[in-house]
């Protein structure tokens, strides 16, 4: 929710029994964050909403041009979901009121075309965080879900020609242009 990769804050909800131990976790643990923090925070919610419809309109504008290139084996998106899984569509118009900024693709070939694809990258970052600013990208398999066995992986869909974008706010054009050269360089 802050957006500027400069802070780590959040919120608990659910059960009375998940409130209870995690209010019982707290006393060791500690979960208050400090004053400055929350001002880093509340300063961001006022541009959030602003920030989620550009992250959101620029991903839509990546996605389309992925689905596109000959490069690109399949790409997940929240936008393709009529045409990929109609099954989901009610759960997603109920749920969802944007597409949202994320979106992963599988690169032709695999774990190698990947990584050569990851490594050109100039301007889209290659880190693990979502709901920045600017882009990320990474590698699911070996980064995020490392740690997972490779049936578990396999059993969700992750596979080593996969990538993850968590898009930005930056000009999408320029994007698209970071994409080109990254997927030229494969």
């Known amino acids: 929710m802050a957006g500027h990769s400069d802070l780590i804050a959040g919120a608990a909800i659910g059960s009375k029994e998940i409130i209870k131990a995690i209010k019982k976790s707290r006393t060791v643990f500690g979960t208050i964050i400090d004053p400055h923090t929350s001002w880093l925070l509340m300063r961001s919610l006022e541009t959030l909403k602003i920030r989620m419809e550009a992250a959101a309109a620029n991903a839509e504008k990546v996605a389309a041009y992925l689905l596109q290139h000959p490069k690109i084996e399949k790409v997940y998106y929240l936008g393709y979901t009529k045409k990929n899984n109609p099954g989901q569509v009610a759960i997603l118009e109920k749920q969802y009121l944007s597409n949202g900024a994320m979106l992963s693709f599988d ?18 970052k290659l880190a693990v965080s979502l709901g920045g600013t600017e882009s990320l990208a990474e590698h699911p398999f070996s980064m995020t879900h490392a740690d997972e066995p490779d049936e578990e992986k396999n059993r969700l869909g992750l596979t080593q020609k996969m990538v993850r974008l968590s898009v930005g706010i930056e000009n999408p054009d320029d994007l698209v242009r970071d994409i080109e050269q990254a997927l030229e360089a494969i």
Not at 107 to 124: D, Q
């Open 107 to 124: 690169v032709k070939g695999g774990e190698k075309e990947a990584f050569t694809f990851l490594n050109n990258l100039k301007h889209i």
